[in-house]
């Protein structure tokens, strides 16, 4: 007896998988290489940009401020005019100044200069709030603590009898006074303000540098001649502008603007790179500086309200920033999407 078996087959696989492709692999590879050197590059340039942004709207604030804290001081009531005669240069020279706005210390609006017309202040102001009562609160909290009001004075103090010295510097190189008498003057004037900004710089490193400087200038009145003259000048100058800054730094408070009213985003700047032209979304940044002026007994300052300092600003501009320092990972991530079109043989069915 023979029995039959019937063979049984199984069914064959019609699609086999197929390996994977090198160039899957490698288009992995150079994604994975671009996403790390995004990882690390990225976070130091926003930081970078951001400082650069502060450092700059602060310098135009401290110059605002400064101006409004010597006309208060002179005459309150002559404010507008004197904004209608210094501001519109700044507004000139800052294509991202939008606007400057003086609010006393009670709250009130005292004058309002847009870059819709910079040389007609308002008293009024015609520009909405713009979520400046918000800031209010924070700059009360200060004010309030005698702790962070009294450097405030001293700094003010620091910067005033440096510019005293490069204006005294300035003169005697304008009138070619090149006498022992100045050197020594200046440099005991000097040395008594280098002390004054080494106490300051143990509560405020930030005036550390400054404090170097000013042994520049010190080390240079030694040598009592011309190029030593100018030499002092030069630096007490750039110490002029790094208290200056000291300053705003310590006592500015920032904030960001959602948007601006359409008739003053019309005069904000083109973003400054030509291929994100199309990228049109505009914000702003709010600088706002108390104001401190001296008593009547000249001893101590106190706060005369706070200056409003408004900027645009550009996502694109960041943007750009971003990818002009990421140009290696940019270069990975086309050569992975090249990898995977060119050369890919079509499908045959």
């Known amino acids: 007896m023979f029995s039959t078996f ?92 939008a606007y400057v706005r003086f609010w006393n210390i009670t709250g009130r609006l005292d004058c309002e200069v847009t870059r819709i017309a910079p040389a007609q202040p308002s008293a009024t102001g015609q520009l909405p709030d713009l979520g400046m009562q918000r800031a209010w609160p924070p700059v009360r909290e200060r004010l309030a603590r005698v ?101 705003e730094h310590y006592r500015a408070i920032t904030a960001d603007i ?8 019309s005069r904000a700047p083109a973003p400054a790179t030509r291929w994100l032209g199309w990228w049109r979304t505009l914000r702003g940044r709010r600088v706002v500086v108390p104001l401190f002026t001296p008593d009547a007994d000249l001893s101590r300052s106190s706060c005369a309200g706070i200056a409003e300092v408004a900027f645009y600003e550009r996502p694109a501009d960041l943007a750009a920033a971003i990818a002009g320092a990421n140009l290696p990972a940019i270069g990975l991530l086309l050569a992975a999407l090249l990898m995977l079109v060119v050369g890919r043989k079509p499908r045959t069915t």
Not at 25 to 39: K, M
Not at 210 to 226: A, E, I, Y
Not at 258 to 265: M, R, S
Request: proline residues 7%; aromatic residues 4%; glycine residues 4%.
């Open 147 to 247: 702790a962070w009001v009294e450097p405030i004075t001293q700094m003010q103090a620091v910067l005033s009898a440096q510019s005293e010295l490069t204006a005294t510097l300035d003169d005697a190189l304008e009138q070619g006074e090149v006498k022992d008498v100045l050197f020594t003057t200046v440099y005991a004037r000097q040395y008594e303000v280098q002390k004054l900004t080494g106490l300051l710089a143990q509560e405020n490193p930030a005036l550390k540098p400054v404090s170097g400087q000013m042994d520049l200038v010190l080390d240079g009145l030694t040598r009592k001649d011309r190029q030593a003259l100018t030499q002092a000048a030069e630096t007490s100058a750039d110490i002029e502008t790094a208290l200056s800054q000291a300053l």
């Open 258 to 265: 959602p948007a601006f009213p359409a008739i003053l985003a």
């Open 6 to 97: 019937s063979a049984i087959s199984m069914p064959a696989n019609e699609h086999p998988r197929r390996p994977v492709s090198w160039r899957l692999i490698l288009s992995l590879i150079l994604v994975l290489a671009a996403g790390g050197y995004l990882a690390s590059r990225v976070p130091p340039v926003v930081r970078s940009y951001r400082a650069n942004q502060r450092t700059e709207e602060l310098t135009w604030a401290g110059v605002v401020a400064e101006t409004l804290e010597q006309q208060i001081a002179d005459d309150p009531a002559q404010l507008p005019q004197t904004c209608a005669a210094v501001l519109p240069p700044s507004f000139a020279s800052n294509a991202n100044l």
